[in-house]
Nanobody, 121 residues
């Protein structure tokens, strides 16, 4: 059974940093692209960042603007999102996802339960 467990969320002041982690189990994650989505209250889920299976290619949403870094450690079945210069508008539940192939030009197939990130002004 595939499981994705996020951690590292919390409350931080604007301008601060957080590092989200995603622990994956139940499949050979080194064969699949992964990513981070987020959902703010009253808004639709949106992609934040994605990374290919081998980690060689990443893609970010425009609003990231150089503030976040996605990475993965396939030996440990872990994915990370380092978030710096956080803004109140980054407040959302952040989800870890896997894609159905090695690239992020495919469908998402598994989702974690999410971790809350709250940025105070």
């Amino acid at each position: 059974q595939v499981q994705l467990v996020e951690s590292g969320g919390g409350l931080v002041q604007a301008g601060g940093s957080l590092r989200l982690s995603c622990a994956a189990s139940g499949r050979t994650f080194s064969s699949y692209a992964m990513g981070w989505f987020r959902q703010a209250p009253g808004k639709q889920r949106e992609v934040v960042a994605t990374i290919t299976a081998g980690g060689g290619s990443v893609k970010y949403a425009d609003f990231v603007n150089g503030r976040f870094t996605i990475s993965r450690n396939n030996a440990r079945n872990m994915m990370y999102l380092q978030m710096n210069s956080l803004r109140p508008e980054d407040t959302a539940v952040y989800f870890c996802v896997t894609y159905s192939s090695a690239t992020y030009y495919s469908q998402t197939d598994y989702w974690g339960q999410g971790t809350q990130v709250t940025v105070s002004s």
